[in-house]
């Protein structure tokens, strides 16, 4: 079964950067991506970020430009660098992993434990 334990997050001015990592261990046959999902307060968790298992990126358009998902395989760490923040990115940010667990297996999700990002002055 697959654990994911992130690290990062913080209080940081607007204008500032901060970069969440996410670890991964466990038994995975196969990953088919990695997702970074945030929850303001009072709202539904959005889908932030996205990287499949080709390398290939997708983000939310409120952080087009400004937020970068990226994987180091040798670590088995998923990463979000932020930059430029804003007040409206404060929320708790979760990476998720989708999975299979053997070849014939259906697809799982793993979640983090969230990690709180504030962008205040």
């Known amino acids: 079964q697959a654990q994911l334990v992130q690290s990062g997050g913080g209080l940081v001015q607007p204008g500032g950067s901060l970069r969440l990592s996410c670890v991964v261990s466990g038994s995975i046959f196969s990953i088919y991506s990695m997702e970074w999902y945030r929850q303001a307060p009072g709202k539904q968790r959005d889908l932030v970020a996205t990287v499949t298992s080709d390398g290939i990126t997708n983000y939310a358009d409120s952080v087009k430009g400004r937020f970068t998902i990226s994987r180091d395989n040798a670590q088995n760490t998923l990463y979000l660098q932020v930059n430029s923040l804003k007040p409206e990115d404060t929320g708790v940010y979760y990476c998720?992993?989708?999975?299979?667990?053997?070849?014939?297996?259906?697809?799982?999700?793993?979640w983090g434990q969230g990690t709180q990002v504030t962008v205040s002055s």
């Open positions: 998720t992993l989708r999975h299979r667990r053997a070849p014939s297996s259906t697809l799982y999700t793993a």
